[in-house]
């Protein structure tokens, strides 16, 4: 069944790349080639590293969640960045904290939270890339007619926050095991 829905949420983000050629919308093709890309790449870790296939499914519906969002224009409201910036860091906390698991680190949750943290700070640096080099508004919330919102740097360190906060939240919630 998992296989199904990995193929599924694949052949969206392939149908969206060619909608975005279609309608000669570059930015937004070059968009859904990134997030193939890193899908396909956690895809092959998820596989190589023997975690469970559920999370494959995982990382497809997040990549497919900011898709969708893209599309139908929800990143123009306040909260649809800010839950995604919520439950991302969640999940990525879960599966990072499984395979960290498997070394029996003395202090894991630090370790995972840490580097959950310097993935989050790895992506607003991505985010702020895209928006300084290639011209794709990745920073701030704007409404549809272009308003500011929320600034750029506002946004940012909310999504840090949020992030942080959500990692945190998994490590709190997770009972460690004593062998």
Not at 26 to 52: Q, R
Not at 146 to 167: K, N, R, W
Request: hydrophobic content about 55%; some cysteine.
């Amino acid at each position: 069944m998992e296989r199904k829905i990995e193929k599924i949420l694949l052949v969206m983000i392939l149908i969206g790349a060619v909608f975005s050629i279609s309608m000669k919308d570059y930015i937004n093709f070059l968009s859904y080639l990134v997030i193939l890309s890193f899908s396909l790449f956690f895809l092959n870790i998820i596989n190589k590293l023997g975690l469970s296939k559920n999370y494959r499914v995982i990382v497809l519906i997040m990549m497919w969640l900011h898709i969708f969002g893209r599309y139908v224009s929800l990143y123009n409201t306040t909260y649809y960045d800010k839950v995604l910036h919520l439950i991302s860091p969640f999940l990525i906390t879960m599966i990072v904290y499984d395979y960290f698991k498997r070394f029996k680190l003395e202090y894991p949750k630090t370790t995972v939270f840490l580097l959950v943290l310097g993935m989050l700070c790895s992506f607003e640096i991505y985010e702020f890339l895209l928006s300084s080099l290639v011209g794709i508004q990745m920073q701030g919330v704007f409404d549809n007619s272009g308003a500011e919102i929320m600034s750029p740097i506002v946004d940012t360190m909310i999504d840090l926050i949020l992030g942080a906060m959500a990692s945190m939240s998994f490590l709190f919630l997770k009972k460690e095991t004593k062998k």
